[in-house]
């Protein structure tokens, strides 16, 4: 069931839900990176700054910084579960309406195209989620173990950013859930 709908520029999109992965083949793809964030960034926050000082060991830190960022954005873009691209022409607040009615009632849109954006926008957010507590632990292990308010501070923020993303990623977990069961019914 390959079926592909035009849209105005003419990129064929995907509509059919079952090229959306489940949510645990989202997980299991981002644990790598998960694991990259959360061992490297202390491994390199302990290389480049001096423990005793806090001061930075080279003036080349933020080009090491970048390298490691970019590296882990290169390894989740290699390791993503594969998905369908986003129909940036369904409104983002369409796509959170879709994933909160699914997680309150376990109903899915009827329009194909707004169930598949919406579970892209689902896989997008789980990652997200991931993410944001792998820099949380990344920020407060160095900040634990080397006492520095800088580290506490930012893993603080970073913490308050991952219980929005965990949130965010609950009603994605249900919407991906609620779509793999409704396509298997179906």
């Known amino acids: 069931m390959n079926r592909h709908a035009s849209v105005a520029n003419g990129d064929p999109q995907w509509i059919d839900d079952t090229h959306v992965p489940t949510a645990a083949q ?21 290389w480049l700054l001096d423990t005793p ?5 080279t003036p080349w830190w933020p080009v090491f910084i970048v390298a490691f960022t970019g590296a882990v954005l290169l390894t989740q873009r290699l390791l993503q579960a594969p998905r369908p691209r986003l129909n940036k022409q369904i409104g ?38 991931m993410a944001s507590v792998a820099v949380t632990v990344a920020l407060l292990i160095p900040g634990i173990i080397q006492p520095l308010h800088s580290f506490i501070a930012a893993g603080t923020v970073s913490g308050i950013f991952a219980l929005l993303h965990l949130s965010r990623a609950r009603h994605s977990w249900a919407y991906l859930k609620a779509l793999h069961t409704t396509s298997q019914v179906s």
């Open 26 to 46: 989202v997980l299991i793809h981002e644990l790598p990176v998960t694991a990259m964030m959360m061992i490297g960034l202390p491994i390199l926050v302990f």
């Open 53 to 57: 000082t806090g001061d930075p060991r």
């Open 92 to 129: 983002p607040g369409r796509l959170t309406d879709s994933l909160l009615q699914a997680s309150r009632t376990g109903t899915m849109p009827a329009d194909p195209g707004v169930r598949t954006a919406a579970g892209v926008t689902a896989c997008y957010r789980i990652e997200a989620a």
